[in-house]
């Protein structure tokens, strides 16, 4: 047996092992392939669960280095959805037998868009008979607004920690006291603590990351002990900061099979787990979402936002779907889910497996216990 298959054959890795599964090539990568690709479909099946994905406003008070709607960039357009504009496409995933949405948009912290977000949700939950999952990915927030938007009904919340390595992720984002890592993390454990089914991520093949960083990543969601993971390629975007050091990424195909190999390694780490093929993914390989599928992914997000507002949702160039609206993206991924040999599971919220296994009752006592360092 060679030193893959060995590695295969467990399930607990060390950061060393992770390292050398991210970097396998030919053969031995498709082995890696196959080999998640099995235990995905013994975990939770070839089934793909919909969520519908509501852009509902790029107004962000932050600078991330790399996002194309950060503050300071005055080259798009600002919106933000009137709430009936929400409310129907609520209704469309709704009545398309959608199961779950999520809300997203940039990060405000203000007493209104606490309240805004407030009513979205009770409105949502008031027209769909609270038949609904909703997640929401609206950045960070102290714990008492994200105990609100709970109480209204949220019970999903994606943060991305975007890097867990503290040294770079300060190289990610603006020195200032609003872009802090010791924040972000705070915020995952007061959503654990609240009782969200939490969901994290990272972006792959950024510049002055390693394969040592990306191999930690996957470490802390496993030891955060996180119910969902999105995660996708880097993607420069012309409008940022970050742009300057384009000269330093993978050629776009090998950050793409980097980000394949994290969702493969992820699934043997962490096999009951929601991970989704996510849209950055298609956006440097047409079957990019396809081929995530095949090899660990289980969760995808069909983008429901009113076709007019999407080009101005351009956290990287060369974002797919700008020209479709939600009918199309619908048609689109059925034949793609299809493809995969996967099959949608319409209908049906699809919790994290993981969640659901935890069970309330550890959750109440702080499960994590706080285990991840940053010093
Ligand atoms: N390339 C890829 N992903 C990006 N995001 C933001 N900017 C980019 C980019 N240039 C991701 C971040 C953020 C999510 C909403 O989008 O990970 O958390
Ligand atoms: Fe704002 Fe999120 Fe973009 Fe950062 S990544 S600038 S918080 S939208
Ligand atoms: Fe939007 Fe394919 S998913 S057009």
Same mark, same amino acid.
């Given at each position: 047996m060679n030193r893959t298959e060995n590695i295969l054959r467990r399930s607990k890795l060390t950061q060393e092992e992770i390292v050398y599964l991210l970097g396998l090539q030919g053969e031995e990568k498709t082995l890696l392939f196959e080999h998640s690709a099995r235990i995905k479909e013994e975990a939770v099946g070839k089934r793909v669960y919909f969520r519908g994905l509501i852009e509902f406003s790029n107004i962000c008070m932050k600078n991330c280095l790399y996002c194309g709607i950060r503050h300071d960039n005055a080259a798009i357009n600002r919106y933000s959805l009137q709430e009936e504009e929400i409310f129907a496409a609520a209704r469309f995933a709704f009545e398309n037998n959608y199961g779950s949405l999520v809300l997203q948009s940039g990060e405000v912290e203000t007493g209104n868009f606490t309240r805004q977000v407030e009513k979205v949700l009770r409105g949502i939950n008031r027209i769909t008979g609270g038949k609904l999952r909703i997640t929401l990915s609206c950045g960070e927030q102290d714990k008492a607004t994200y105990q609100r938007w709970h109480d209204c009904g949220a019970h999903r919340y994606l943060l991305r920690? !975007?890097?867990?390595?503290p040294a770079l992720y300060e190289k990610l984002h603006p020195r200032d006291e609003f872009h802090r890592f010791r924040r972000r993390l705070d915020c995952l454990y007061s959503l654990q603590e609240i009782g969200y089914q939490v969901g994290t991520g990272v972006m792959i093949g950024l510049p002055f990351q390693t394969v040592e960083d990306l191999a930690g990543d996957l470490q802390f969601m496993q030891q955060f002990d996180i119910d969902m993971v999105g995660m996708g390629p880097y993607l420069e975007h012309? $409008? @940022?900061?970050?742009?300057? $050091? =384009? %000269?330093? #990424?993978? *050629?776009r195909e090998e950050r793409f099979q980097l980000a394949l190999k994290m969702i493969a390694v992820l699934r043997i780490l962490m096999k009951d787990i929601n991970i989704a093929a996510t849209t950055a993914m298609q956006a440097i390989d047409k079957l990019g979402r396809e081929k995530a599928i095949k090899v660990g992914a289980n969760v995808i997000m069909p983008n429901i936002t009113p076709?007019?507002? =999407? %080009? %101005?949702? #351009? #956290?990287?160039?060369?974002? *797919?779907? @700008? %020209? !479709?609206n939600a009918e199309d993206c619908k048609t689109c991924i059925e034949a793609r889910i299809a493809l995969a040999d996967n099959e949608i599971a319409y209908g049906e919220w699809g919790d994290s497996a993981h969640f659901t296994k935890k069970g309330q009752g550890t959750r109440d006592k702080g499960r994590s216990g706080r285990s991840w360092q940053t010093a």
């Amino acid at each position: 047996m060679n030193r893959t298959e060995n590695i295969l054959r467990r399930s607990k890795l060390t950061q060393e092992e992770i390292v050398y599964l991210l970097g396998l090539q030919g053969e031995e990568k498709t082995l890696l392939f196959e080999h998640s690709a099995r235990i995905k479909e013994e975990a939770v099946g070839k089934r793909v669960y919909f969520r519908g994905l509501i852009e509902f406003s790029n107004i962000c008070m932050k600078n991330c280095l790399y996002c194309g709607i950060r503050h300071d960039n005055a080259a798009i357009n600002r919106y933000s959805l009137q709430e009936e504009e929400i409310f129907a496409a609520a209704r469309f995933a709704f009545e398309n037998n959608y199961g779950s949405l999520v809300l997203q948009s940039g990060e405000v912290e203000t007493g209104n868009f606490t309240r805004q977000v407030e009513k979205v949700l009770r409105g949502i939950n008031r027209i769909t008979g609270g038949k609904l999952r909703i997640t929401l990915s609206c950045g960070e927030q102290d714990k008492a607004t994200y105990q609100r938007w709970h109480d209204c009904g949220a019970h999903r919340y994606l943060l991305r920690i !975007e890097s867990s390595n503290p040294a770079l992720y300060e190289k990610l984002h603006p020195r200032d006291e609003f872009h802090r890592f010791r924040r972000r993390l705070d915020c995952l454990y007061s959503l654990q603590e609240i009782g969200y089914q939490v969901g994290t991520g990272v972006m792959i093949g950024l510049p002055f990351q390693t394969v040592e960083d990306l191999a930690g990543d996957l470490q802390f969601m496993q030891q955060f002990d996180i119910d969902m993971v999105g995660m996708g390629p880097y993607l420069e975007h012309a $409008h @940022t900061p970050l742009y300057a $050091h =384009r %000269d330093q #990424l993978l *050629p776009r195909e090998e950050r793409f099979q980097l980000a394949l190999k994290m969702i493969a390694v992820l699934r043997i780490l962490m096999k009951d787990i929601n991970i989704a093929a996510t849209t950055a993914m298609q956006a440097i390989d047409k079957l990019g979402r396809e081929k995530a599928i095949k090899v660990g992914a289980n969760v995808i997000m069909p983008n429901i936002t009113p076709g007019k507002y =999407r %080009d %101005d949702y #351009l #956290l990287y160039q060369n974002k *797919p779907c @700008t %020209d !479709e609206n939600a009918e199309d993206c619908k048609t689109c991924i059925e034949a793609r889910i299809a493809l995969a040999d996967n099959e949608i599971a319409y209908g049906e919220w699809g919790d994290s497996a993981h969640f659901t296994k935890k069970g309330q009752g550890t959750r109440d006592k702080g499960r994590s216990g706080r285990s991840w360092q940053t010093a």
